[in-house]
């Protein structure tokens, strides 16, 4: 039981263990905190974009004339335009979300900007998530159905040593595995960073419906 629940836990019995709190100062202690939690989601979003943004920077050309090879580099650089545009638009979300619950001074009204906070965290990750899913299996079928191309990149001075039917599977295995690992530390990471944030508002969310009741 947190400092919070002691507090509530006596503005309700009126116990002279503790001070007693009113209605009001409780209110504001979960409004201050939950804009604290909003905030912080602004701020990682921000982090995370600025963070994939600099990596962007940092590939190497070499990397991109793979791309240019299998006649996928105007697709990437359009979808890159496309995600910088759906992710400024989350983060003007998140500052939206985070500017109105500052000034909010109604309990039911916050509890629903709370839900909306919350509905609009998980759509960011389903979206970054759902995202990295559609153009790793896009890129993989363009891929993996040029063959030629696929194995003149594996060995470029075409060497007879090379198994070409055994490097293919190889190849397409260890896309396989590298794919599965990675959506899983993609899942791992909103769990951990959005996920202890979003329940946190949830339990917020549950105080404020107490308070109502």
């Known amino acids: 039981m947190d400092e919070l629940d002691l507090l509530k836990k006596d503005w309700k019995k009126q116990e002279s263990k503790y001070p007693t709190l009113s209605f009001d100062e409780i209110y504001k202690m979960i409004h201050k905190r ?24 940092l590939v190497p050309d070499s990397y991109i004339e793979i791309y240019e090879k299998f006649h996928l580099k105007t697709f990437l650089h359009v979808s890159q335009v496309i995600h910088y545009i759906v992710v ?40 970054n998530i759902g995202l990295y899913v559609i153009l790793t299996i896009i890129f993989n079928i363009v891929m993996f159905s040029n063959s030629e191309i696929l ?49 946190r508002l949830k339990k917020n969310y549950k105080e404020l419906a107490s308070l109502e009741i």
Not at 97 to 124: A, Q
Request: proline residues 1%; positive net charge; glycine residues 0%.
């Open 151 to 199: 194995m003149e990149l594996v060995d470029p001075e075409h060497t007879k040593n090379v198994n070409e039917a055994l490097m293919f599977n190889i190849m397409l295995v260890t896309q396989i595995i590298v794919f599965i690992i990675m959506v899983a530390l993609l899942c791992l990471f909103y769990r951990v960073v959005y996920g202890i944030l979003l329940r």
């Open 34 to 57: 939950s804009s604290s939690i909003v905030k912080w989601i602004f701020i990682i979003c921000i982090a995370e974009f600025a963070f994939w943004a600099l990596l962007n920077l």
């Open 88 to 127: 400024a638009v989350f983060l003007y979300l998140f500052y939206k979300n985070f500017k109105s619950i500052s000034v909010i001074d109604n309990t039911k009204v916050l509890m629903k900007k709370i839900l909306k906070t919350r509905k609009t965290v998980n759509y960011y990750i389903y979206y």
